[in-house]
């Protein structure tokens, strides 16, 4: 019952852009709390805890809500007697549940879970209160991408009053979603360069043949365009980004028309390489696409995606990698009418703050 409704809320639910990996599969080890019960006066408990090892794997509907099947060897209980014996009693557990995460940051998420299991334990000699029975089980964790596809979770289980887990986990995410965004962005991609070809046939084909000049100054002097973002995993400019280039566009236009601009789009290091790479691709393309619309020439434009190749810092906290998420513009030619590369920042993209 509990997995049945984790399952319909996700398909009821308002429809999401597909994940990049929804598939998942964990290792974990920690330590378990284990409690059993004797029917004997005659024996005590000695030792509560042990060393327990973890399989699970998984598979998540939406960015929130998942589904996941588990496998646990809680270890042994110690029991011991009157006499020097001593009995062990061991634990194992299986079973299916539901997850809720909840994304903190890029990096971080806390999470949520409940389901249904069974205990099984395996006692020789020894008269204790069985557990071997079904239950329901709660648990909480935080969860750390530690790059790309790799995730470390620590999480806490209560299974039954005889057993619970603390364990640290490592997960692999896959499923394919990576390949099938990479698709969809290169479909965007060759969409763009249809537009970019039909725009240049009708203003001035005779412009887009032309071969560039060599630039040698302002080429390696870019401005960043602060304020200039992009709506999560997407290539869609957000309003505020827009009022920015607005400004951008308003001072390109006083500019000599043989100077030509360039888009630089760049990522931080989450994701693929070639993930990134496409994405900044398109991202670059959509702010030219922007400023043609607006009244710059397109055959004066360049677009370019960088994706996580040329970080300013590095991207180990989240404001290092949102530092990195970055649009730059680039004056070519703009070197001829200033002395040195002080022109070559003209016009300074506009300060949001």
């Known amino acids: 019952m509990v ?16 994940l990049d990996d929804p598939f998942y599969i964990g290792l974990g080890g920690g330590m378990s709390f284990l409690g059993p019960e004797s029917n004997s006066a005659a024996l005590s408990l000695d030792d509560d805890s042990d060393v327990a090892i973890k399989l699970f794997g998984g598979y998540r ?40 995460d909840h994304p903190l940051n890029d990096r971080w998420s806390l999470s949520a879970k409940v389901g249904i299991g069974r205990l099984e ?4 000699d020894i008269e ?18 530690i790059t790309g596809s790799w995730d470390l979770r620590t999480e806490y289980e209560y299974f039954d009053s005889d057993a619970q887990l603390l364990s640290v986990n490592i997960i692999k ?13 290169e479909q965007i991609i060759k969409e763009q360069d249809r537009q970019f070809a039909e725009f240049a046939a009708v203003t001035s084909a005779a412009a887009a043949m032309q071969t560039k000049k060599p630039v040698v100054e302002c080429i390696n002097t870019p401005v960043e365009l602060r304020g200039v973002d992009f709506e999560f995993l997407s290539v869609e400019l957000t309003e505020s980004s827009k009022r920015v280039l607005d400004e951008v566009i308003a001072k390109i236009a006083s500019l000599p028309a043989d100077v030509r601009i360039e888009i630089r789009a760049h990522t931080d290091d989450i994701g693929t390489e070639t993930f990134n790479y496409v994405l900044s691709l398109s991202r670059a393309r959509n702010v ?8 710059i020439a397109l055959d004066r434009i360049d677009a ?50």
């Open 3 to 18: 997995v049945a409704i984790f399952a319909s809320s996700a398909i009821a639910g308002p429809q999401e852009a597909e």
């Open 128 to 145: 204790i209160d069985s557990v071997n029975d079904n239950f329901i089980y709660i648990g909480g964790g935080a969860t750390w991408n």
């Open 173 to 185: 995410r896959f499923g394919g979603g990576s390949s099938r965004r990479i698709s969809e962005l």
């Open 304 to 353: 370019e995606g960088y994706g996580e190749m040329h970080p300013i810092v590095a991207n180990d906290t989240e404001q290092g990698r949102e530092r990195n998420r970055r649009a730059e513009l680039v004056l070519l030619g703009m070197e001829k009418y200033t002395d040195g590369t002080e022109g070559c920042t003209n016009p300074a993209s506009p300060n949001p703050e």
């Open 61 to 100: 509907f939406t960015r929130n809500l998942g589904m996941e099947i588990f496998w646990t060897d809680l270890g042994a209980a110690r029991l011991s007697g009157s006499s020097s014996d001593s009995f062990d009693i061991e634990y194992k557990a299986y079973g299916i549940g539901g997850v809720y």
């Open 288 to 295: 030219r696409d922007y400023m043609a619309q607006n009244g």
């Open 121 to 124: 334990t395996d006692a020789r």
